[in-house]
């Protein structure tokens, strides 16, 4: 576990945060700009002080009387905006890292194939593009056999192809190693696709924070409460029978079709689906252009928000729904909880 | 050139090359201070540094003569340690060097340290280096225009020093005659040739010196932008 209990008070830098995550998996760091995520994760590195306590896999990392220095956590810090050592080649900052840390479990060679910087080794990082940067940077922090990795935004300094060129190395790099990761982000894309938990921040405080669709589905947070709320199913890609469309089989057995995308059967996929683009009916609609209709049970409804509409939380067989409906049609329908209703999803989309 | 000429013009290049070297030594963990430092004593330490820019180096000859004078504060404490006079030594024109050419050296060293900015410091930090590792890493070759401009600064400076030799050195050949007093003591005897020569000699030194720095400054800057 990585248990964090401290607060850092500084003029237009204050911050309260008490949380607990698994050290295993990544945790999304979320909240509006301005929120304080990038002071917590700095926290996190050491390069913030701050009073209070923290400790990763039972190894004490701040406390009222100590204070472990950046330098001796074995850190992987991915910055915002692409920072690799202007005086190094790629070559050298890959090495700054390795020649540093402790001997991780895969070789530099390892590495530089995951992150295809093959053919980039000898280059000076200002003849490279951002997105390039940014794979240099994730494979410099990999090579230090890290005990924690840090994202603060990797991907928002980046344009929108870069972005999503850099978001499978993203991915793989999260996925394929046992490293506890920290991600900041502000986008629920990401968030969607890479998250397993959640913290959420708001105005410098860690309002919440668990597993992620436990977060997204609780109805009294302000994510919830807005049209931003939003919910993921996991599933696999199957064998299409709709031309034109991929069909995702989510871990409840239902089958979605979405836009068609290009990953083959059998790769493990997130669907995100916004809460306002699941629409509630009674009855089994026919004829309809909407294709994928679910089966489900509504769990709780939250509070009208600000622009009269409520969150509903929905049991889609065993997954999580999130629907968002004016307060109006609530009544109109009578939705209440325990009651059976159709989950219209007007579109569902792999993320990214 | 006259024998005297050469000797005055070896001392005046080995007390030089003797200030530059102590003057980056010491000016290097000064600057740094300086350049990360929000202690309220900063103004107070850089003004202190500074002093020499504007002091007439006489003033600061003046106070020095009256530091090393003999049984003066300065004197008795070296005395007690077993270490010779300062006054008209070598030894003292090397220590008077260092104060005189301080700002020419901390300043564009400062300078440098404070354009680095933190995040390359931070990320050398968050992959496992401590802070020496991280100076001779990161910071020196980051700082290598900052050091070259400090070294032919405090060259160049100390080179050219009058003043405070003048009040401090007594003039004495072969252990403290300068060339910028050789040149001095020619133009009162009149002897307008040998004067020129030293002057020529001077001249020529500087020009070199600097020629080789905007050339090593130019290849560099090439060498980033490719």
Redesign the interface.
Known sequence: MIRADFRLERIGLSIQAEFSVPAKGVTAIFGPSGSGKTTLLRVLAGLEPAVGSLTVNDACWLSPNSFLVAHKRRLGYVFQEPSLFTHLSVWGNLQYGWKRGSRPAWSVDDVVEMLSLGDLLKQRPETLSGGEQQRVAIARALLGNPRLLLFDEPLSALDIESRSQLMPFLEKVLQHNDIPAFYVSHSPDEVARLADHLILMEKGRVVDYGALAEMLGNLDSNLALSDEAFSVLEGTIVQSSAPGLTCVKTDGGHRLYVPLHSSEAGSAVRLKVSAKDVSLCLIKPDKTSIINILPSNIKSISKVSNNGSRTLKLDAGGAQLLSRVSDFSCQQLQLRPGLDVFAQIKSAALVF | MQPSDITALIISLKLAAYSTLILLVLGTPLAWWLSQTRNRLKPVLEALIALPLVLPPTVLGFYLLIGFAPSGPIDSLLDSLGIPSLAFSFQGLVVGSVIYSLPFVVQPLQTAFVGLGK??L??????????L??FF??VL??SKLGYLTAAVLGFAHTLGEFGVVLMIGGNIPGETQVVSIQIYDHVEALDYTSAHTLALGLLLISFLVLLAVYGINRQSRLV?L?
Do not use: S
């Open positions: 995040r390359q931070e990320l050398a930090a968050t992959l496992g280096a401590g802070p590792d991280r890493t990161i070759p980051l980033t490719q």
